[in-house]
């Protein structure tokens, strides 16, 4: 009798902190891991179970194939059984550059431009003729930008400075970058006078180079004596080298560098299609691309409904599908134009999972990471649908999350435990709801109401708000309090802070969702800014140079030149990771390891716990950083733990903890909670409470109601998201939000039925 295969057997599991972990996860069942952050959930999901599925996919491709394809390693564990094909869903923001839109993103734009190729009057030519990224579909003016960014005069040149004294302020363009060195050295213009001194036609020279029909050289100093150059002037040079090119592919300069020198307004060409006028005249139904692009994505539905021509038809038909996905989601007001780098982190996570629901295919495992992150509770609700509906499709749903009103759903339940880092990687319960009582993960847990608000002394004003959606509004925000931001997303929320609220009070400390840049050569110690003191500390006492103690420099292992592992090139096997030998993993040199600071070398001390490291060290700033680790709940952590090897709740705190450090008055974080078990956000909160306890103000962007109700300060931004937003539509404290007519406070009453009773 043949084995019916409807579990996915996993035996020995040991990657990261996972202690010979066994596990049988059901098929066609939504599954959802729980625990603590740091447990050893994505260890499981991510970095055995997926990592396996995908490397198994990839033995199915001839070898020459593979080669150009991502290779994986094998996980540590003993038996990985009955795999299917994975779709990983992550929480890593989505990438792209500074042209990616919706459209782009979810590969829409390709039929629409293909549909107006077929069908438009009057006709073009090929698909390709509607892009902006085509030398014939792009806008000359503003090279399909649809912007135009132009150097501007006061932002970029300080009149009363001579060259020598950064007169330009641009970095590749000042003295210490080598075409200001050429300026200063070319003989064209007097490094030492103030530009304000130059005679007009100089200064004509130096900012727009020569006039027309003539040409101007200076000699360029390389190794092989002086050149002659053509001079271009500095802002004809400037508009070539980082405007005409993306500027968020630049390595030398950032696009936030650029664009603090330039001024940027609406291409009046293309009215910031980023199309030739000859494109947009090509319509159907009455409108160009440009308006198809821009249309809400409700209303595009309906027009390519209106396409009757069967072979419009045909390809309206396919772009319906993405399209009826987003609006599902709740994205309906979004349009194709809209910048991917403009959404919400809760617009971004549905896009991102839209984007993989489009497929027929069955008997599929999905993965998703904290799928509710970012999502307000009325947005929970229907990922919790799309989660049913990929069940009903015979699909295996697994997914990591926090969220109460996910975990209900789940047919089964896997917590990880029973703490986090060493103290977890082992499974602390499996099955079914009920069964869920004695756990860490409180399916009882109850919001508490935060009824003793502190009083109001101040407020920061924001004044008639228009940015983006926001529609004229003017808020006041209590000082020296905790208050929080909320609403659904693409309400306005991130608008009015990150826009508004700082652009009027610029000496804001903001702690956003951005990545915390990621390095296996990066340890906490390093990104908390102390491997430095340590280092002049071994220093000092052993009388060494500070380059020998670490393993980016002199005191690096010689054989994994510091990386602490080899990768042996074997061609056309998977990759394999072994321990160097020579240093046992440790990624020091014999010799570094030698020397010895109050009886422990280099290697013992970065294996010290942030716990024990606040015993050992005397260095005030040392013990305050290592202290603000503590506080954040890292303290089971070791120093020298790589960036690269936490998981996204304990790098969330992780960046927290590095902006604590710094004194502020104004404390502003974007969603704080983002990959925090319920029992992290209690050390959370008793850190913001303290900080507003020491005189300053804080403010959270959040959709989590515990944070909400412990606020003395509640801002809602709604109704809807997008043009339905925009409006502020609660102020006042948790308290008195209980009985408005809100979505949160829809929620905030769900939470608290007992508070009525």
Not at 83 to 92: C, I, W
Not at 314 to 321: D, G, H, M, T
Not at 398 to 426: R, Y
Not at 668 to 685: A, I, Q, R, V
Request: with cysteine; charged share 25%.
């Amino acid at each position: 009798m043949s084995e019916i295969i409807d579990e996915i057997i996993l035996r020995g599991l040991k990657e990261n902190n996972l202690k010979n972990v066994d596990l049988n996860i059901p098929k066609e069942k939504i599954t959802v891991f729980t625990g603590l952050s740091g447990s050893g959930k994505s260890s499981v999901v991510f970095d055995t179970l997926a990592t396996e599925s995908r490397r198994q996919m990839t033995l199915n491709y001839p070898l020459y194939v593979r080669n150009q394809m991502p290779r994986y390693e094998r996980p540590h564990a003993n038996l990985m059984k009955n795999l299917s094909p994975v779709v990983v869903v992550e929480q890593r923001p989505i990438g792209g550059n500074s042209r990616s839109t919706v459209g782009t993103y979810m590969d829409i734009n390709p039929l629409i431009r293909l549909l107006f190729s077929r069908i438009g009057n009057p006709p073009i030519g090929s698909a390709n003729d509607f892009s902006r990224q085509s030398s014939f579909g792009r806008c000359t003016e503003c090279n399909g930008f649809g912007e135009v960014i132009a150097p501007d005069l006061n932002k970029m040149i300080d009149f009363d400075k001579s060259l020598r004294e950064y007169a330009v302020k641009f970095k590749p363009l000042s003295p210490s970058g080598w075409q200001g060195r050429w300026m200063i050295t070319g003989g064209l213009f007097d490094p030492d006078q103030p530009i304000k001194d130059y005679t007009e036609e100089k200064r004509h020279l130096l900012l727009y180079g020569p006039r027309e029909g003539e040409k101007v050289y200076a000699p360029f100093h390389t190794k092989n004596g002086p050149q002659d150059h053509e001079w271009d002037g500095l802002f004809p040079r400037f508009t070539r080298l980082y405007i005409n090119r993306d500027i968020s592919k630049l390595k030398e300069v950032s696009q936030d560098d650029v664009l603090a020198v330039s001024t940027r307004f609406l291409c009046p060409t293309c009215q910031g299609s980023g199309l030739n006028p000859k494109v947009l005249e090509c319509r159907i139904n009455g409108l160009n691309i440009a308006e198809y692009d821009q249309l809400e994505l409700t209303g595009l539905l309906e027009e390519l409904k209106k396409i009757k021509d069967s072979t419009g038809e045909s390809i309206a038909r396919q772009s319906l599908p993405p399209i009826k996905q987003l609006v599902e989601m709740g994205l309906g007001y979004l349009s194709l134009s809209r910048k991917m780098d403009t959404l919400s982190g809760g617009e971004a996570q549905r896009v991102k999972i839209a984007r993989h629901l489009g497929s027929s295919l069955n008997n599929i495992t999905y993965i998703f990471d904290e799928p509710s992150a970012g999502l307000h509770p009325e947005e929970v609700n229907m990922l919790i649908q799309m989660l049913k509906g990929l069940k009903s499709q015979h699909n295996t749903v697994i997914v990591i999350e926090h969220d109460l009103s996910v975990i209900k759903v789940a047919d089964e339940i896997i917590e990880m435990g029973p703490g986090a880092g060493v103290n977890g990687g082992e499974v602390v319960y499996q099955g079914k709801l009920e069964g869920l009582k004695n756990s860490v993960t409180t399916l009882n847990h109850k919001l508490k109401i935060n009824k003793k608000t502190r009083d109001i002394k101040g407020y920061f004003a924001v004044k008639n708000a228009s940015n983006h959606n926001l529609k004229n509004i003017s808020v006041t925000i209590p000082k020296n309090v905790l208050v929080s931001i909320c609403g659904v997303s693409g309400s306005g929320k991130s608008t009015l802070m990150m826009e508004a609220f700082i652009g009027r009070y610029p000496e804001t400390i903001m702690v956003g969702q951005g990545s915390i840049g990621i390095s296996n050569r990066s340890t906490l110690a390093t990104y908390m800014g102390i491997m430095d003191d340590i280092r002049t500390i071994f220093a000092g006492s052993t009388g060494q140079p500070a380059g020998l103690f670490s393993f980016n420099s002199l005191g690096a292992c010689p054989i994994c030149k510091g990386k602490g592992i080899i990768t042996p090139e074997v061609a056309f096997a998977d990759p394999v990771t072994v321990p160097c030998e020579a240093c046992g993993g440790t990624r020091y040199s014999d010799e570094a390891l030698l020397y010895r600071h109050q009886d422990k070398n280099i290697v013992e001390i970065l294996d010290l716990t942030i716990d024990e490291a606040v015993n050992y060290f005397k260095m005030p700033r040392i013990i305050k950083r290592v202290n603000t680790l503590k506080d954040v709940g890292l303290g089971y952590l070791t120093l020298g733990q790589t960036t690269s090897s936490l998981s996204g709740g304990e790098s969330q705190r992780l960046k927290l903890a590095s902006h604590l450090q710094k004194e502020g008055q104004i404390y502003l974080l974007d969603e704080p909670s983002l990959g925090l078990h319920t029992k992290d956000n209690e050390k959370l909160l008793s850190i913001f409470q303290t900080l507003v306890n020491k005189g300053n103000s804080v403010i959270i962007i959040e959709h989590n109601l515990d944070f909400i109700t412990a606020s003395d300060w509640v801002i809602e931004l709604g109704p809807g998201g997008g043009k339905q937003g925009g409006h502020i539509i609660f102020e006042g404290t948790p308290e008195k939000m209980l009985h408005s007519k809100t979505l949160t406070a829809k929620w905030l009453k769900d939470g608290v039925k007992d508070y009525f009773t």
